[in-house]
């Protein structure tokens, strides 16, 4: 397995801790004109992230985290998805289509479309982690992956 691509970045000092994880839902009015904007903007929208380390002690002030931000070293998370049975094998490489089912009620949605992921991400399946945690009510038959993008 390769090492995870790692990137700084600054965040809240109060997320700012190793094995926190996040979705990077993008930049708020306020930082338009901040001049560390290009510092904390250099993630992909809607995508999950987990720090894996703290890089130094200084804090920078910052209009949106009222105790400021620190940098952090961070990789994209994998992602635990419900898939198709007979298309989860580890080490597979797939592009992600995500299920056909679009029943937003349903118990499992959220892992059926994880957070994180999107339609036509290539993905490598880097483990099967076992059976989905229920039956699904359309009758698919599901195992929960971990996904790498």
Request: a negative charge; glycine letters at 8%.
């Amino acid at each position: 397995m390769t090492e995870p691509t790692t990137q700084i970045t600054l965040i809240g000092t109060r997320l700012a801790t190793i094995g926190m994880e996040f979705i990077f839902r993008g930049p708020t009015p306020e930082c338009e004109t901040c001049k560390l904007r290009n510092t904390c903007m250099n993630l992909e929208n809607n995508r999950r992230y987990r720090v894996l380390g703290i890089r130094g002690e200084l804090v920078h002030d910052c209009p949106i985290h009222e105790e400021g931000v620190r940098a952090v070293e961070i990789t994209e998370s994998p992602i635990i998805a419900a898939m198709d049975a007979r298309k989860s094998f580890a080490g597979s490489k797939m592009v992600f289509d995500g299920s056909e089912c679009d029943d937003r009620g349903c118990s499992m949605f959220e892992l059926c479309h994880p957070a994180g992921l999107r339609e036509g991400d290539r993905c490598t399946i880097v483990e099967v982690v076992g059976e989905a945690p229920e039956e699904c009510p359309r009758g698919y038959s599901l195992k929960l992956v971990e996904l790498k993008r």
